[in-house]
């Protein structure tokens, strides 16, 4: 074979496996979304994983590249390639679904450690494993291409998922193609190593771009502690980013669906741009913005009115872009001579997993908001600080705004913690509750937000403690079925508890049971507000995903069932789907009636479940609630029913509202939803 034929074959291994490595995130990210609650934190671990993996992948990559013969290197790689064929198993069985009840995260890992994880482990291994055979079969300091096709591929498997893929195909259809696509991986890896083992240590021929051109490897020397710790900080911070400025974004901004895809675009970007060629970074053109960026974003970030949505999102992309290039950059103009390159992947894996733990698992647990973004912008301008050192204006300048996002970090911690009278912080995001209006007036409210959204709100006066607010006024959706349900004793079952507020339905002789998966959300309601304990009805709080534990239950036979679980600013998809509404069924009487809160600025979910209602032969109508009334919201709640007649009260049809159908949308399975289509 030539020398480009073998340029072939390793670039399409490079390029099938970096595919493969991002495909199977988004797929197997979804398959587990809904055992742990429907949680944005579920992809947030699901990525501290693959980092954690991909760092395994690069330390064995590097171990073999330096440790073993080329004969070796193929023999053990392609026993390993071969045994992930025999065992290859995607998705977990439904009988590892967890209970509720153990730590999120640590279930989620152990999950995909056990299905997942070899497979994963051989395509990580795979970027670094194969430039080490091309540079030794003859690539050259070109090989350093081969990163940047690994991340141009990335990024096409990341982009073609929500709009191509997920669109068009079933999860269990997904597993097997990419199952598929996998054995033809194999094969290029296999005949990649037996090209390897033929022509390794051949004479590297001169590269075609000068910007390409290293060290003489001879006379290279091996790379200091000093240079391989810059290595891992300057990814380290990368990766950080990415994930600090994917959680402010879709917590605190705008909770869009599929907002968490452009920031990983824009990080995969500016790698893939780094290391394509030095023509696309200058220190000299990115510094001076990257300062600008950086210390706007952290001003946003302890700023009550700005930046608003719709300059909030292009901020704090334009600013990853800058801080990412500029990371990436320095970090691609201190690559090594190719001999070291296994040693230099493995720093840069180090630091983007220590970036991703410190986002991802440790921030949830030390700080009680989200500070890790703008302490993430004080630690970029140190860095940058230490590169411009020998530059007085450069380093002064630096200096300036390292201090500057320091003083609107220490501003951003005293006013969450001095308005706040409870500032909480898990898994599943930050609770905060405040109290609102002129103090001791009629009209002093209690808030409870969850990120940026409003999940509930109750009078401190005790003459009006009592009154529905915000999504549950009496001429909502909800408030109309619970109204219009029996005149007798009535059994309610609410998912998602809030801070209580459907509490103040229950009368005498009335039974409720709120499911709810945050027991941060259970403590804080029974501690701040007190809609649960002022209720004239009995109530059961079930700690658990409602999913899961409905499974488990007896028939409650619910006179009315409400599903409002809120993730961000919308209901979490499992809880509307087919086998969904299926399972809530079983637990309704046969008069009883489902009601969906459905208010979203960004998704249309009435024509998801008028689908639903149409392929199960249930009733369903939409109530638009204009809510006239002080503190109450504009609503959207479906209401569904097995018959007509428990829809049929005059105060659910004289506010019954049509839906507007999607054309070509069909109804959302487990194994099948689409959010693309429904957006607005």
């Not at 789907?577 to 399972?583: F, I, K, N, R, S």
């Amino acid at each position: 074979m030539s020398r480009r034929s073998d340029g072939l074959i390793f670039g399409l291994t490079v390029f099938s496996s970096s595919f493969l490595l991002f495909l199977i995130q988004p797929i197997v990210s979804k398959y587990i979304l809904p055992w742990y609650g429907g949680s944005s934190a579920v992809w947030t671990t699901c990525m501290v994983f693959f980092q954690v993996i991909l760092l395994l992948g690069y330390a064995y990559s590097d171990w073999v590249s330096r440790s073993l013969r080329p004969a070796a290197q193929v023999a053990l790689h392609g026993g390993l390639i071969i045994l992930s064929l025999v065992t290859l198993k995607i998705l977990a069985d439904v009988g590892d679904k967890p209970d509720g009840l153990q730590d999120p995260t640590l279930s989620i890992l152990m999950l995909l450690a056990s299905t997942i994880g070899l497979p994963y482990f051989l395509l990580s291994t795979t970027g670094p494993l194969i430039q080490s055979w091309a540079s030794r079969a003859g690539a050259g300091p070109e090989v350093y291409r081969y990163f940047s096709l690994s991340n141009l591929s990335s990024l096409a498997a990341l982009l073609s998922y929500p709009f191509l893929i997920e669109p068009n195909s079933t999860l269990a259809r997904q597993a097997s193609v990419w199952s598929m696509v996998y054995f033809v991986f194999a094969a290029f890896c296999l005949l990649a190593g037996i090209r390897f083992s033929l022509t390794a240590d051949r004479q590297a021929p001169p590269p075609r771009d000068a910007s390409m051109v290293m060290p003489d490897e001879a006379a290279s020397a091996p790379p200091t502690l000093s240079q391989q710790l810059l290595w891992i900080a300057l990814s380290g911070m990368g990766s950080w980013l990415l994930l600090a400025v994917t959680n402010h974004l879709t917590q605190n901004i705008a909770p869009v669906p599929l907002l968490w895809l452009l920031p990983l675009c824009i990080y995969l970007m500016t790698f893939t741009m780094a290391f394509e060629s030095d023509r696309w970074y200058a220190r000299k053109a990115y510094l001076p913005v990257l300062l600008l960026l950086v210390v706007a974003c952290a001003f946003g970030l302890q700023s009550s009115s700005w930046p608003d949505t719709k300059t909030g999102i292009p901020l704090y992309l334009i600013g990853l872009f800058v801080a990412c290039m500029f990371l990436h950059g320095e970090l691609a103009l201190r690559r090594p001579a190719t001999r070291y390159l296994t040693r230099f992947y493995l720093m840069i894996s180090l630091g983007g997993a220590l970036g991703g733990i410190t986002v991802g698992l440790l921030a949830p647990r030390f700080f009680v908001g989200y500070y890790e973004l703008g302490l993430g912008f004080v630690i970029v301008l140190l860095l940058a600080m230490g590169l411009t050192r020998k530059q007085p204006v450069s380093l002064m300048a630096t200096g300036a705004g390292a201090l500057a996002c320091g003083v609107f970090l220490t501003l951003q911690i005293i006013g969450d913690t001095a308005d706040a009278r409870v500032l909480k912080r898990n898994f599943y995001g930050t609770l905060e509750t405040n109290d609102a209006g002129i103090k001791g007036s009629p009209d002093e409210v209690r808030e409870l937000y969850h990120g940026a959204v409003n999940h509930g709100e109750q009078y401190l006066s005790p003459e009006r403690r009592s009154e529905p607010t915000k999504y549950y006024g009496r001429s909502s959706g909800v408030g109309l079925a619970i109204e219009n349900a029996t005149s007798g004793p009535r059994r309610l079952g609410l998912i998602g508890l809030g801070a209580g507020t459907l509490a103040v339905y229950g009368r005498d002789g009335d039974y409720l049971r709120f499911y709810e998966i945050n027991p941060d959300v259970i403590e804080v309601a029974q501690t701040e507000f007190t809609f649960i304990a002022d209720s004239r009805a009995k109530v059961d709080v079930v700690f658990g995903d409602a999913r899961l534990v409905l499974e488990k239950e007896p028939a409650n036979a619910f006179d009315v069932l409400a599903i409002d679980a809120f993730s961000g600013d919308s209901v979490p998809v499992h809880l509307i789907t087919v086998q969904a509404v299926e399972l809530y069924l079983k637990h309704l009487k046969p008069d009883g009636v489902l009601a969906f809160h459905v208010t979203n600025r960004f998704l249309s979910l009435a024509p998801v479940l008028e689908r639903i209602s149409a392929r199960l032969g249930l009733h369903c109508v939409l109530i638009h609630d204009e809510a006239a009334g002080v503190n109450l919201y504009r609503t959207d709640w479906v209401l569904m029913a097995r018959t007509p007649q428990a829809l049929s009260p005059k105060a659910i049809q004289d506010a019954v509202s049509p839906i507007v159908g999607i054309e070509g949308l069909t109804a959302w399975t487990d194994d099948f939803n689409n959010l693309v289509k429904v957006l607005k």
